[in-house]
């Protein structure tokens, strides 16, 4: 501290009123709130806007995975084999890309057809090597077109 001279001393004194006039210049929490229930429905709508943007047929396994499959497959609703639990997918995978596709086409337990998706059968495919290779598998996954 022993260099500390009169040009510091005043950078430090600007630097703490700066600060402190930012922190009276922020507004209350509430505010915040106010704000983000506002633009909620605007976010809500360009998340759509973005999903709905790729035609069908030309998603990826990721996009499709996030849109329909993890809504599942994140947490093992209705004991659906989790993303990333290598365990529950080995026995699965053993199936291959084929036997996964039927399954996963006619529905299988507590999944409906298709996941409930509208994915064509590439979109499938790659969805489903997305989620097997995640969890200890090493399909091919379709190129997308
Ligand atoms: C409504 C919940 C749900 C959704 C949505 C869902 N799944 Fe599933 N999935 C399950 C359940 C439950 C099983 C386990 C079925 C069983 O073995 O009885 C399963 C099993 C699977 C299997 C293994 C099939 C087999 O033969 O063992 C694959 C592959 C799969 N899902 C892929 C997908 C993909 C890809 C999507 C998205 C397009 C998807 N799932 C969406 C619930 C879901």
């Given at each position: 501290m022993a260099h500390l001279n009169g040009r510091t001393l005043a950078?430090?004194?600007?630097?703490v009123l700066s600060v402190s006039a930012f922190a009276m210049g922020s507004r209350p929490k509430d505010a915040d709130e106010a704000t983000n229930k506002r633009i909620a429905p605007v976010s809500r709508v360009q998340m759509a806007a973005e999903s709905a943007t790729a035609a069908v047929?030309?998603?990826?396994?990721?996009?499709?995975y996030k849109a329909v499959c993890g809504?599942?497959?994140?947490?093992g609703v209705?004991?659906?084999?989790?993303?990333?639990?290598?365990a529950a997918w080995a026995p699965r995978?053993?199936?291959g890309l084929d036997g996964l596709m039927k399954s996963a086409i006619a529905g299988k337990g507590g999944?409906?057809?298709?996941?409930?998706s509208d994915?064509?059968?590439?979109?499938?495919?790659?969805?489903?090597?997305?989620?097997?290779n995640k969890s200890g598998g090493n399909l091919k996954?379709?190129?997308?077109k």
């Amino acid at each position: 501290m022993a260099h500390l001279n009169g040009r510091t001393l005043a950078a430090a004194g600007v630097l703490v009123l700066s600060v402190s006039a930012f922190a009276m210049g922020s507004r209350p929490k509430d505010a915040d709130e106010a704000t983000n229930k506002r633009i909620a429905p605007v976010s809500r709508v360009q998340m759509a806007a973005e999903s709905a943007t790729a035609a069908v047929g030309s998603r990826s396994g990721e996009q499709i995975y996030k849109a329909v499959c993890g809504a599942c497959h994140d947490s093992g609703v209705a004991n659906a084999p989790k993303l990333g639990d290598k365990a529950a997918w080995a026995p699965r995978i053993a199936l291959g890309l084929d036997g996964l596709m039927k399954s996963a086409i006619a529905g299988k337990g507590g999944m409906p057809p298709r996941g409930a998706s509208d994915a064509n059968d590439a979109e499938l495919a790659r969805a489903i090597a997305y989620v097997a290779n995640k969890s200890g598998g090493n399909l091919k996954e379709p190129a997308a077109k």
